[in-house]
């Protein structure tokens, strides 16, 4: 009974462990290439462990990897890189 | 004369449609074909402002080869829009008949596009100092042209998207234009368009960004 509360326990806590979720607006993007592109762009991040992105909705959605995040300096720097604005929370 | 005018109206013609700059790091293989023309664009881009580029070009009877550079003068990047303002401008060589000329192209572009709708208009010089060939009218060549796109569907980027567009030409003193429709499919980093002209050519052009 011990052995199954533990391993309920651990299994439990496990969300606690996944990656952060962030999403940011993108001013600008409105082509495939530019979906592409940014898309490129994330995925040569370290911390970066899943990118959705959204031409519909024009967003961007990062899932960082354990422990690890992107600040919001960092994201709108990558996307002025790649030749777009962040939006975050409806503000530029 | 008329057959090598029309040659290299089209091969001219054909220059144009390309993303001169893309995001830092990219590289973009651009192809563009006629039924007497070919050329392959390859252009690195250094910062999305600024790429290095060259072109290659072939018809009957020349083929061009001609390093450029490519500048993002403005961008404007709204929610549902982008508008954008380029410069081209490149020298290199031009092989005709076993000898090499000069050639220098400029390139002035501006673009807005959304999701839905598409307007672009260039114009394009070259100066090629083929004096041997006695059947070019005149050594500089100026070449306007606009198109006009509209997508009659919205599709996410991993999906297939469709564009309808016409294309105006306006080619040297020529007071004529002409008007070709072309229908444009992309997925993801591949593009490619098909053309019909209303004089029975065809285009075909295909670009890839990696």
Known sequence: MKKLLVILSILTSLPAFAGEEVQVGVKGMVCAFCAQGIEKKFKGEPAVEKIKVSLEKKYVKLTFKDGQKLSKEKISELLKDAGYEAVFDGTK | ?210
């Open chain 2, 1 to 210: 004369m008329r057959l090598l005018a029309a040659t290299i109206l089209l091969f001219i013609g054909t220059l144009a449609i390309a993303h001169p700059t893309s995001y830092k790091g990219a590289t973009g293989i651009m192809s563009y074909n006629t039924p007497t023309t070919n050329e392959l664009l390859l252009t690195y881009s250094l910062s999305h402002r600024f790429a290095l580029a060259t072109t290659y070009l072939r018809d009957s009877s020349s083929e061009f080869y001609i390093p450029r550079a490519n500048f993002l003068l403005a961008r404007w990047n709204e929610h549902d829009s982008q508008a954008n303002i380029y410069l081209s401008g490149g020298s290199g060589w031009e092989k005709f008949n076993n000898k090499t000329y000069s050639a220098h192209l400029a390139e002035l572009i501006a673009d807005w596009e959304s999701r839905k709708y598409y307007v672009y208009l260039e114009h394009q010089y070259l100066r090629r100092n083929n004096i041997d060939n006695n059947l070019l009218a005149t050594q500089d060549y100026n070449h306007s042209k606009a198109r006009f796109g509209i997508a009659p569907f919205l599709a996410e980027f991993d999906e297939l998207n469709v564009w309808a567009i016409l294309q105006f030409d306006k080619h040297l003193n020529n007071t004529q234009i002409e008007a070709t429709p072309f229908l444009r499919f992309y997925i993801r980093n591949v593009l490619w368009e098909i053309g019909a002209g209303f004089n029975g050519s065809f285009n075909f052009n295909f670009m890839i960004h990696l």
